[in-house]
């Protein structure tokens, strides 16, 4: 919190007031502080009977007094939720979905059947927004602590910092039914697949390939992606994060 002085004063108070059609028959009310909002500084203005007075402010402050009172409740979450956070995009759930064997289909071309696969796959954790693309992560066990390693989630359709590839599929509003939504989805290979097996490291769909038949994901294949305190402290972008 930034330290701030008692104001001094500046002049004498102006008779600024705020008032309904005088026809109205409602008295003025005066003005007692006022907000100057600049590009690097919000200037505070108070105002008594017989002065005025000015003084320089923090932003966070003054969002600190306004959200004192402001009362919301992230109501019942999900069984599996990580964590929730309210961001400025809207409130995001990170939901862990335990390792097991998923049906998986990949559309090669628009004309022809998809591709079948049944396959085992890692702990997935999903950042998922209400209506909106979510952000998919793999990890060798359910999270614990932030120093956790975050690994690059083992599919198509989702870019090199986490964010699901939309394409035309539309996502739920209820942020619990984001990640079945996204695994029953169609999976396409037309873009980067690049970067997410340490075995197959140029196309991840030789590894769904590979992983046909198979019991268990083999773990020591994951590709680094981070930590897990990188996607606490990640602020949403509807097209990335910073």
């Not at 409740?73 to 409130?91: D, I, V």
């Not at 539309?170 to 169609?186: G, I, M």
Request: charged residues 25%.
């Amino acid at each position: 919190m930034t330290e701030t002085k008692t104001p001094e004063p500046t002049g004498k108070a102006r008779a600024y007031k705020w008032g309904l059609s005088k026809g109205l028959g409602v008295p003025g009310d005066p003005l007692l502080l006022r907000l100057d909002f600049h590009h690097e500084a919000v200037v505070m203005h108070q105002f008594d009977e017989k002065q005025a007075s000015t003084k320089i402010v923090s932003a966070m402050d003054v969002a600190h007094a306004l959200a004192r009172e402001l009362s919301y409740s992230s109501g019942l979450l999900p069984s599996n939720t990580l964590w929730w956070a309210n961001t400025k995009e809207g409130p995001v759930f990170a939901l862990w979905e335990e390792p097991k064997k998923r049906k998986l289909a990949l559309q090669e071309r628009a004309n022809q059947p998809a591709k079948r696969f049944n396959i085992p796959l890692p702990g997935l954790v999903f950042l998922c927004m209400p209506g909106k693309v979510p952000w998919v992560f793999a990890m060798k066990k359910r999270p614990t602590k932030p120093s956790d390693i975050v690994y690059r989630a083992p599919f198509c359709n989702v870019f090199e910092n986490g964010r699901v590839c939309q394409g035309s599929h539309k996502f739920p509003k209820s942020p619990a039914e984001v990640p079945e939504s996204f695994l029953r989805s169609f999976f396409s290979p037309t873009a980067d697949l690049r970067d997410r097996s340490a075995k197959f490291p140029e196309d991840v769909v030789h590894l769904w390939e590979f992983l046909e038949g198979k019991r268990t994901y083999p773990l020591g294949d994951l590709v680094k992606h981070g930590r897990l305190k990188d996607l606490m402290q990640m602020e949403m972008r509807p097209y990335g994060y910073d």
